[in-house]
T-cell receptor, first 113, second 113 residues
Framework: DTEVTQTPKHLVMGMTNKKSLKCEQHMGHRAMYWYKQKAKKPPELMFVYSYEKLSINESVPSRFSPECPNSSLLNLHLHALQPEDSALYLC????????????FGSGTQLSVL | GDSVTQMEGPVTLSEEAFLTINCTYTATGYPSLFWYVQYPGEGLQLLLKATKADDKGSNKGFEATYRKETTSFHLEKGSVQVSDSAVYFCAFNYGGATNKLIFGTGTLLAVQP
């Protein structure tokens, strides 16, 4: 299994809603990532988990709350988002070490109304 | 600081034409270099990589050579197909505890029959 699975594929939410994005991998990767990608832009790193511990937070607003319950799962909890948070949210995983590639999921397309 | 510069797109080619997408990087250490491809509505897939100077990465007819002296990693393909139409991202990382990827802005390739 060389897949990173993200659910849901599409999500529409209001500014007062609470929702969660989910990501799962079974490749034994100990690093997991959340990226945000706006249209026609490169992905921007949001968070990195290494061995289930948060190792990088790229100054992301607190309305985004990551969680890594175990080595296979990564969640992103969303609360009180703004319309400008509408984007494609990509999860990725990798082994740790020089030259290790990231495996990306197909993303969740989020629209905030 | 660390950065990747890619040629601006879109790049429009006829089928069977030769492709070059230029990529240069600015890095303080000795990074590994990657090309990722993103098809419409999908996540990113690794196309090829090189982990040290003079390495050539290759996959599906695409090639790129790690040139330390010119800090470049240009992507080439001898004969493009319509199915190669996608956005191509050049990227690098240092590996280690977080494996953070630094992306270029992406280059849209459109191949016409």
């Amino acid at each position: 299994d060389t897949e990173v699975t993200q659910t849901p594929k599409h999500l529409v939410m209001g500014m007062t809603n609470k929702k969660s994005l989910k990501c799962e991998q079974h490749m034994g990767h100990r690093a997991m990532y959340w990226y945000k990608q706006k249209a026609k832009k490169p992905p921007e790193l949001m968070f990195v988990y290494s061995y289930e511990k948060l190792s990088i937070n790229e100054s992301v607003p607190s309305r985004f709350s990551p969680e890594c319950p175990n080595s296979s799962l990564l969640n992103l909890h969303l609360h009180a988002l703004q319309p400008e948070d509408s984007a494609l949210y990509l999860c990725a995983s990798s082994l740790l070490g020089q030259g290790e590639k990231l495996f990306f999921g197909s993303g969740t397309q989020l629209s905030v109304l | 600081g660390d950065s990747v510069t890619q040629m601006e797109g879109p790049v429009t080619l006829s089928e069977e034409a030769f492709l070059t997408i230029n990529c240069t990087y600015t890095a303080t250490g000795y990074p590994s270099l990657f090309w990722y491809v993103q098809y419409p509505g999908e996540g990113l897939q690794l196309l090829l990589k090189a982990t040290k100077a003079d390495d050539k990465g290759s996959n599906k007819g695409f090639e790129a050579t790690y040139r330390k002296e010119t800090t470049s990693f240009h992507l080439e393909k001898g004969s493009v197909q319509v199915s190669d139409s996608a956005v191509y991202f050049c990227a690098f990382n240092y590996g280690g505890a977080t494996n953070k990827l630094i992306f270029g802005t992406g280059t849209l390739l459109a191949v016409q029959p």
